[in-house]
DNA sequence: TTAATTTAGTAAACGCGTTCACTAAAATCA
DNA sequence: TGATTTTAGTGAACGCGTTTACTAAATTAA
């Protein structure tokens, strides 16, 4: 114990209080937004986002781990679009083949989107720190995801995939999905056939195999 | 025409013989080689392989059009360790099981060479020119996989999966493991769970829906 | 006040992939 | 033999993400 009630008056310069830094990192972010819209994700860089922003690249350092960290805020906004496609498919489709209809309309969305399908997935700067769940906490994905789980529910009630644990149907889905949109998206060369095939293809294997 | 024999001799210093060009693009891919052994995939950058090569940086874009070709000759032995598994992986395993074994080795060979699926997959520099079948033809993925389109066209024969198309057969598997090993390599926050688990599920759902 | 301590922010540097202006070399044409 | 043309190769430069040495600022302790 360095002391009892701990709250030993510190010694040097105060560091920014939580909403010091918020604020700060909502500037940064707003500027990274502009460059992003005006100039697409080539146009970001850390240099262009703290020149916006008024600030040093050093600077953008001390609010954020990396570049990556950064645009984590921005795909957001990519994600909060799926959510919301994925939500109409939900409320425009039949229960019996909506989870297929989302399946569909989730793997459509990336292949029509290659850029920020790679700008989002396939940017790994370096070894990642671990532990810190940022990517998942931050833009709160989980929760975005639920009208998808909710699909997954009441597939399951209706008989179209099996019983067992809806976290793990849901993650196999995500994970063959996302599949087909990397591959098709990063290895053109290969003869896939057609993408209408084989998309389809593999989600109705996934569902039927569920 | 510019002429009728089209022999016009040429002008200027002649280019490289296809034979020079050869050697000169071994002698990097050789130098890359080494400093890959030596460092991994972080040691090889295109300055150092171009030291070791003895020329200038400038001089390895005579040979390749960018660093991600001048790797692709160096994953292709990674695909080779692959295929070698696969193979090991066919002998080894009764006919009825064989294919969800390759699958499975198939996965595990990412996941637990995650910087190598890292290199291989997650790095595309820029929009990649159309028509350039760069990575699959130089490396022979193709014919290498044969041993996995053999194990899938013996399952339709006993029945593990449906008859069709085996070339579809086989994509929408490989496309359904790397979809596990892109997420569980590239997205370690999200809850997955057990990659034991989701491995399984996926690649088990994937043959039974097949 | 002055010294000490802690943080904020900057400017320069590092190594990177890649491009470009340029020089050197090797061939043909006159 | 030049003069010309074409390619090989160099070295400097660009912009990048990131790190680091340093300065400025803000606080407490003496």
Redesign the interface.
């Known amino acids: 114990m360095t002391s009892t009630t701990s709250k030993t008056t510190r010694r040097g310069r105060p560091p920014r209080s939580l909403k010091q830094a918020a604020d700060g990192r909502q500037m940064i972010i707003d500027a990274a937004r502009t460059l992003f819209a005006d100039e697409g994700y080539h146009g970001v860089s850390m240099r262009k986002v703290a020149t916006l922003a008024g600030c040093s690249p050093g600077a953008l350092y001390k609010l954020f781990p990396g570049k990556r960290q950064l645009l984590l805020h921005i795909w957001g906004e990519i994600f909060a679009e799926l959510i919301a496609l994925l939500q109409q498919c939900y409320e425009r489709s039949e229960p019996a083949e909506r989870l297929e209809a989302m399946c569909l309309t989730f793997v459509d969305f990336w292949l029509l989107r290659p850029?920020d399908y790679?700008a989002i997935?396939?940017?790994?700067d370096q070894?990642?720190a671990e532990g810190?769940?940022?990517?998942?906490?931050s833009s709160g994905?989980?929760q975005s995801l639920q009208v998808f789980r909710q699909a997954v529910v009441e597939a399951q009630k209706l008989g179209v995939i099996g019983e067992g644990d809806p976290?793990?149907k849901q993650?196999?889905l995500?994970?063959?999905?996302?599949?087909?949109a990397?591959?098709l998206i990063?290895?053109?060369?290969?003869?896939?056939?057609d993408p209408e095939?084989?998309k389809l293809?593999?989600v109705?294997?996934?569902?039927?195999?569920?």
Do not use: H, K
Not at 121 to 124: N, P, V
Not at 132 to 137: G, H, P
Not at 174 to 180: N, R
Not at 204 to 210: D, E, N, S, T, V
């Open positions: 850029d790679r997935f396939l940017i790994q070894p990642q810190d769940s940022y990517f998942v906490d994905i989980q976290d793990e993650n196999v995500m994970c063959g999905m996302q599949g087909v990397l591959n990063t290895i053109p060369e290969y003869p896939w056939g095939v084989i293809a593999t109705r294997a996934l569902i039927a195999g569920l």
